[in-house]
């Protein structure tokens, strides 16, 4: 029997980061993953291939809408060739996942393809491809999350659809019902419009991203709903139904009202759910909570001391780049570390266009904290560089400590904001003042000069651009 310091279960951003970095600390470390390919829900039906098709449907928004604004005319109609840009996509995501297996192969990770499930806590049993049980002395689980559904809906894959049927769609559909105003609803139903569907979005709270800024998610609305996106808000959905090619949502509104929605997909995005199916903690003494999270305590240790669990499969945000911090933090700690993890500075971005990011505190938290703050907000379209390139919407706000001046939250809606979040990470995790902001250089012109102006708004009032 093959015999293991580490043995990760499941490659996703948590998982195979977390193999790589015991591998690196001098580890010997196997991964095991049910599917063929590595990578997980992000590489393979996430947040790689959801950006591919974003990034498509984009330059298809730039040729028919704004070319002509840049003086660049294309003879004839431009059409979408969805077959090709959803083999664009999968190449990306072949190329991706490609690119880590060579990564295990590098750090001397061995590979099994398979089902792992718990024999005890030191033994797990693969089933699947490369079937044989394996010695762990530890073990981290990061077998990550499936979408959610409501329990009254039922997916049939082809018109009732989740995020993953819609990243391979065979043709663009007429009217597409989103079910869920969040990150991942938002992202394809800006795909779907963008290439000519029309798109109704129907959210059960009162505005979409409820857990973010609610000044962004007023600007993404206006967004949406310039591009003729129907916004459905304070909407509880009660049935959603087939009939041949058409699909007939139910929800009620707010005065108590049923409104039906008619179309031909609809894209359930109602969050996702740990998925711990077929790992049998129960053998290994892990405890999974009554929300489905494998329990952890501060360290990531699970109820079995050996057996350590990280990303979409525990609390906190279902994000890729958390799940790898996790992944960093468990190895470290393998190894005698002791790594730390700041989760108030994990950033939380949406890839529509523009773009919007945040990091650390909201207004509406401050307020339920009693923590007295001081508000700088700057437009992008006061900057050379948003005129220049026509991406004018959008706005960044610094939410500074009113006595201290301390950074507790940056809010931002614009171009390139997914990029431009690092630079409030970096100043946040270096505690830095909105008037330190205000007073490094920005390069001109930039999108990164609204940071710098709305830190200067934050400290006295003292913007120079607007
Ligand atoms: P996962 O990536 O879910 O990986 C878990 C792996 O474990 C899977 O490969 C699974 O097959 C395997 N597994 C499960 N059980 C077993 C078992 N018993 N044995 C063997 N293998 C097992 N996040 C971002 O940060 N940015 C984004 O832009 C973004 N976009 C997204 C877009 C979409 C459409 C979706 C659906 C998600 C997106 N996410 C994004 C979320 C992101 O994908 C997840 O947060 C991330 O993948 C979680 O990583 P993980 O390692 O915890 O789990």
Redesign the pocket.
Known sequence: MKSYDVVV???????YVAAIRCAQLGMKTAI????PTL????L????IP??ALLSSSHHYEEATKHFADHGIDIPGDIKVNLEKMIGRKQAVVDQTTGGINFLMKKNNIDVFE????FKDKTHIAIEGKDAQEIEAKNTII????K?SNLPFIELDKERIIT?TEA?KLKEVPKHMIVIGGG??GL??GQVYYRLGAEVTVIEYMDRILPTMDAGLSKELNKVFKKAKCNMMMSHKVQSVERKGDEVIVKAENKKGEVVEFKGDYCLVSVG?RP?TD??NAEAAGVKINDRGQVEVNEHLQTSTSNIYA????VRGA??????EEEGVFVAETLAGQKPHIDYNLIPG?V?TWPEVAAVGKTEEELKADNIEYKVGQFPFRALGRARASGDIDGFVKILADKTTDEVLGVHMIGARCADLIAEAVTAMEFRASAEDISRYSHAHPTFAEAIKEAALAATDDRALHV
């Open positions: 279960i499941g490659s996703g951003p948590g998982g095991i993953e049910k599917y990578g997980g829900t992000c393979n039906v996430g947040c959801s950006k398979g089902v792992g499930s990061a077998t990550g999350s979408p995020s990243l990150v991942i992202e394809l996702r998925f077929g790992l990280i990303g979409d499969c279902m994000l890729a780049h958390k799940a971005v890839y």
